[in-house]
Structures are given as structure tokens and as C-alpha cells.
């Protein structure tokens, strides 16, 4: 198969797409297998993955559908935009970011520049919740909690879940779309990711049943949940080590540092979420975050110095890796 060289067509980059000439447009199948080559002499592992992606959405068809015509000869608007799309990404720019999509929870999710891209090891965090959730409801129905007051307080009514650090609503959303009796509060610094998350929600239909709130951590929702009024607490916060992050892949360098940077230690936000949680939280509530691979042992130990929660658990991603660590608050 013959490959064109699109390292070596920078004025086709640079040109109005509409006036490249027709006998310049490659077959959908030789523009994938170029792109795969371009990618790959920048660094990128999943080169032709990402070729497919790009080619795929500038003709809004599923990847596989690439297959059935491989011979059709693209049009010029079609090769302008492919190729303006492999420039960005060839340049490291993620991915999600030159798509404007990431699916999450099997949710297409809008991003874009500003938000942090969500990751498939974040579903952990919605499976430790949903998985807290049911033990809070079984809890709920045993003999002690017999009477309808009693039950509707404690589970069957909903839960009241909170996420700090919502970021693109990812969490949040996917938690509303399991749990269509919650109400949740999602949290974040950043208008920027806010509106992103909020577009999501409404996106998935679920914007009714989610306040999306500004400010930092807790102090976002002054007013909104009244101390011991919470079920769950969730969160991906910044985890990283402060020295870390000159040392990430091209790709993470262009996620917003402020929804990296963990501090010196990677524990700066985690170590006040701890502290901050368990007034909010009701008894028997639980707080789950996720963390990075090495850092279990030390969030624990802030949530044991704490005196105020149950011995945390741990929870692994698909990979084996530390991910979510999980604690109740004592008092039931």
C-alpha cells in the first residue's frame, strides 16, 4: 500500500482546506496508514488507534466503519480537516481534547482544553461508591431500622452524594445515571470545568438532580448540606507530587496543573478532605478517594489520625493498582 508522506505536505496545513486540489486526497485507507506513521515518529504508542479516531470522526462514522469503503477517495474539505487534526495531535495534545469527546461510565463526555481528560481507572471510584451505597441501604432495612421514618432517612429515599473536584461532571454523572433517586452536589475552582460539567449533565439528562457548585472543596457548598447530612462523599482531587509533574507524558502537560499538583507530598488536598469530611458525612456515611498508586498507607493513616472513621479499605482498578481508598464514619 502506498503511504503519503504527510510530514513532507506543511502547505496543505497550512492552506484553506477548500482549495486543495481533488487528485492530492488519498483513499480513507492510505490517509489512516499515514497518519498511523506520523504519529508514530512523534512517540505515540497508540499511533494508528488514533489515526482510525481521527479519520473516523472528521467523516462521522464508528471506527470499524472505516473498513467498508477503505478504497473511497476523500474530498478535499475531509483530508483538510484530517490533516489539521493529526498536526494537533501530532504535537501531543490528547487526544480527547482534538476530539472534544471522552467516554466515561459508557457516557460520551465533552472536554476540552482546561479540564482534566477523565480516565478509565476513575470508574473504580463510581464502583466504590455505588458498592457503599448498597451496604447503606442493606443497613438500612435490617430489624433496627424498622420503622418508615427510620428507612426513608437512611436509604429509601436516595442518597445525598457529594464530589469535590468534579472537574468534566464525570463522576457525578455517571452516579446520577445509576442512582436516579440521588441528589448530588458537585464541587469545583475551575468556571471552566463547571460549564463543561454542566453541559454534560445536560447532555445525559440528568442536570435537574445535580447543583453544580464554585469554590474550593467544601466551602462550595456552605449551605447546601448541612453538617451529618451526607451519604457519600467522592473525589478525585490533585494527587500528584509537585516534582512529579515535569516528569508526565507530553500528553498530561497540557491538562490543567491545578487538577494535578497534589503539593510537595501529592497529599495537600487530600489531607483537608479528610479533615473536612466527617462533619458533613452522617453517621455510618462514607468517604471515598481516589488516590495514587503509592499513596494507600498514607490516607489511611490521616483518615485513623483522624479518630472519626472506621478502618479504610482499599479498592484496585482493573490493573491491579491501588485506586480507591474507602472509610466510614464512626458513629452508627
Sequence with gaps: ????????????????????????????????????????????????????????????????????????????????????????????????????????????????????????????????????????????????????????????AGPTIVELCTGSGAVAIALAKELPTARLLATDVSWRALRVARANAERHGVAPRIAFLRGDLWRAVNGQAPAGSVDLVVANPPYLRSPELATLMPEVRWEPRLALDGGADGLRVLREIVASSPDRLRPGGALLLEIGADQAEAVGALMAASGRFEAARLRRDLAGRPRVVVARRRGM
Design 1 to 156: 500500500m502506498m503511504r503519503l508522506r504527510l510530514p513532507e505536505m506543511p502547505r496543505f496545513l497550512q492552506g484553506d482546506a477548500l482549495s486543495l486540489p481533488h487528485d492530492c486526497c488519498p483513499a480513507v485507507d492510505a490517509c489512516v496508514a499515514s497518519g498511523a506513521l506520523l504519529l508514530e515518529q512523534a512517540g505515540i504508542e497508540t499511533a494508528r488507534l488514533d489515526a482510525e479516531c481521527l479519520v473516523a470522526a472528521v467523516l462521522g462514522c464508528a471506527r470499524w466503519q472505516l473498513t467498508l469503503e477503505p478504497h473511497r477517495r476523500l474530498a478535499p474539505d475531509e483530508f483538510g480537516r484530517i490533516l489539521r487534526l493529526l498536526q494537533r495531535r501530532e504535537r501531543r495534545e490528547p487526544l480527547a481534547y482534538v476530539l472534544g469527546t471522552r467516554e466515561f461510565w459508557s457516557l460520551p463526555l465533552a472536554v476540552s482544553a482546561g479540564v482534566l481528560v477523565p480516565r478509565p481507572e476513575t470508574e473504580t471510584l463510581v464502583e466504590a461508591a455505588l458498592a457503599a451505597w448498597g451496604e447503606l441501604r442493606a443497613e438500612s432495612r435490617e430489624p433496627r431500622a424498622a420503622s418508615r421514618e427510620m428507612r426513608a432517612e437512611s436509604g429509601d
